[in-house]
T-cell receptor
Framework: NAGVTQTPKFRVLKTGQSMTLLCAQD?????MYWYRQDPGMGLRLIHY???????AKGEVPDGYNVSRLKKQNFLLGLESAAPSQTSVYFC??????????FGPGTRLTVT | GNSVTQMEGPVTLSEEAFLTINCTYT??????LFWYVQYPGEGLQLLLK?????DKGSNKGFEATYRKETTSFHLEKGSVQVSDSAVYFC?????????????FGTGTKLQVIP
């Protein structure tokens, strides 16, 4: 039981490049989330999904897209990376009772 | 809407000192309350939870009691260790406008010195 895994762990992009972050969970959770964490800002919700085939915007969705084609996977895409998207990205899945399980994070630097 | 307010950090304590990290919340209905811990370079981990008023959550020597009358869920530990150095997040889960939502506080950094 691996829990929540994220790929890659680190990435450096140039401004304007695109990339996809992969999140996978093996706990059969319906809800999945993408957050970004910046110094002094806590966690900010980017997008979330309440089940396979669904996605919805969170607090800071601009510049990001997501897809949930399979229940166990939740992908976060950056179409045209900007330095403001330098951050640590966390994926999480959630039980029915609001308990969230987080992945180890992806450290992204955009130069 | 829902909100969680935590005390500003960082909090610096000597080993074996008593720890309190304050957390208050605003929510409609009957939220569930959580404390998460984040060690350096890692994701958040659930530390403890309470699902109804007067419940006490506990784990690894940490405790927090769900106080509906004061809308609080303060984290306490009787004797901290260096290994407790981390960032602690208070969180709330509830049905808000038909959507089951989890709201996090901004985190409180704890540093324990030998």
């Amino acid at each position: 039981n691996a829990g929540v895994t994220q790929t890659p762990k680190f990435r450096v992009l140039k401004t304007g490049q695109s990339m996809t972050l992969l999140c996978a969970q093996d706990m059969n959770h319906e809800y999945m989330y993408w957050y970004r964490q910046d110094p002094g800002m806590g966690l900010r919700l980017i997008h979330y999904s309440v089940g396979e085939g669904t996605t919805a915007k969170g607090e800071v969705p601009d510049g990001y897209n997501v897809s949930r084609l399979k229940k166990q996977n939740f992908l976060l895409g950056l179409e045209s990376a900007a330095p403001s998207q330098t951050s640590v990205y966390f994926c999480a899945s959630r039980t029915t009772y609001y308990e969230q399980y987080f992945g180890p994070g992806t450290r992204l630097t955009v130069t | 809407g829902n909100s969680v307010t935590q005390m500003e950090g960082p909090v610096t304590l000597s080993e074996e000192a008593f720890l309190t990290i304050n957390c208050t919340y605003t929510a409609t209905g009957y939220p569930s309350l959580f404390w998460y811990v984040q060690y350096p370079g890692e994701g958040l981990q659930l530390l403890l939870k309470a699902t109804k008023a007067d419940d006490k959550g506990s784990n690894k020597g940490f405790e927090a009691t769900y106080r509906k009358e004061t809308t609080s869920f303060h984290l306490e530990k009787g004797s901290v260790q260096v290994s407790d150095s981390a960032v602690y997040f208070c969180a709330l889960g509830s049905n808000s406008g038909g959507y089951q939502k989890v709201t996090f506080g901004t985190g409180t950094k704890l540093q324990v010195i030998p």
